[in-house]
């Protein structure tokens, strides 16, 4: 199970930490990702952090402004994003892959029931 937290409505270039807790599967054996649907669009990518956290991505539309971490030990991953915009209003989802890193959505089997940001402008 993923529950994501940490959504709500802000301001135009204020910060979030949205926060995902898993429970009842290994953790530490699945590479985690967040990904992002805004309204009228499909989902789409936006981090990703791999088992160890050595290996971390970004989508290009939050690169140099977001932050993915991840705790083994709690079973938490989280992303802070910076300098938000209204184009950052979407639910956000936190999702499992076994194994490896993925951008592609399909390739995650277990999704959290996403939380919502909206950014006013």
């Known amino acids: 199970q993923l529950v994501e937290s940490g959504g709500g409505l802000v301001q135009a270039g204020d910060s979030l930490s949205l926060s995902c807790a898993a429970s009842?599967?290994?953790?530490?054996?699945?590479?985690m990702a967040w990904f992002r649907q805004r309204p009228g669009k499909e989902r789409e990518f936006v981090s990703t952090i791999s088992r160890s956290g050595s290996k971390i991505e970004y989508a290009e539309s939050v690169k140099g402004r977001s932050t993915v971490s991840r705790d083994n030990a709690k079973k938490t991953v989280t992303l802070e994003v910076t300098g938000l915009i209204p184009d950052d209003t979407a639910v956000y989802y936190c999702?499992?892959?076994?194994?490896?890193?993925?951008?592609?959505?399909?390739?995650?089997?277990?999704w959290g029931q996403g939380t919502q940001v909206t950014v006013s402008s």
């Open positions: 009842g599967f290994t953790f530490v054996n699945y590479a």
């Open positions: 999702a499992t892959k076994y194994a490896d890193t993925s951008r592609d959505p399909a390739q995650y089997r277990n």
